[in-house]
């Protein structure tokens, strides 16, 4: 059971677009969702992260925008640059549980 | 500061091999966790850690041992390598199972 779902899987933005990713999640429980950002290489980095209490968090041009009678929630890039190409994955987590679950990533691609 | 770090970077190993993937933070965080991440699979956490001593399964445990006898290690160990556990491992750590979580480097393994 897949408690974390994403998508698209994979998305292609022209340069100064707008990228967004959507998840959404089953476990009403969870009361933390973070993003993460991943380059080819590298380790996943944490990128701006919400709770349930706020319905939209924005961090320089990463917003998150919460649902939470939809349970789903969104990551949008402003002004997409070929930067941020990059797999971007969605988590929901609990202190309770005792761990995080993942979506299953998203790899961005910024046009030029 | 060095945060998670993670030897080796990579590996190979023959089928059957055991060996110990390191993982070590200096955040003095309580939560550490494994994951493995292969090809559209996003990341699926193998064990997980709350604390010195305590340790859980996470989705994908078999063939994988943990133990954590200091706050600062959480060290991996392959019990007989197959080639099925050919992937790239990551190890991450947080103040708590809610909060966003320091990926280190990732240890990419070969099994042959």
């Known amino acids: 059971q897949q408690q974390v779902k994403q998508s698209p899987q994979s998305l292609i933005v022209q340069k100064g677009g707008i990228s967004i990713i959507n998840c959404a999640y089953e476990n009403t429980a969870f009361d933390y969702f973070p993003w993460y950002q991943q380059f080819p290489g590298k380790g996943p980095a944490l990128l701006i992260a919400i709770r349930p209490d706020v319905s939209e968090k924005k961090e320089g041009r990463f917003t998150i925008s919460f649902n939470k009678s939809a349970k789903q929630f969104s990551l949008h890039i402003m002004d997409s640059q070929p930067g941020d190409s990059a797999t971007y994955f969605c988590a929901a987590s609990t202190n309770n549980a005792g761990k995080s679950t993942f979506g299953d990533g998203t790899t961005l691609t910024v046009k030029p | 500061n060095a945060g998670v770090t993670q030897t080796p970077k990579f590996q190979v190993l023959k089928t059957g091999q055991s060996m110990t993937l390191q993982c070590a933070q200096d955040m003095n965080h309580e939560y550490m966790s494994w994951y493995r991440q292969d090809p559209g699979m996003g990341l699926r956490l193998i064990h997980y850690s709350v604390g010195a001593g305590i340790t859980d399964q996470g989705e994908v445990p078999n063939g994988y041992n943990v133990s954590r006898s200091t706050t600062e290690d959480f060290p991996l160990r392959l019990l007989s390598a197959a080639p099925s556990q050919t992937s790239v491992y990551f190890c991450?750590?947080?103040?708590?199972?809610?909060?966003?979580?320091?990926f280190g480097p990732g240890t990419r393994l070969t099994v042959t």
């Open positions: 991450a750590s947080s103040y708590s199972p809610g909060q966003g979580q320091y």
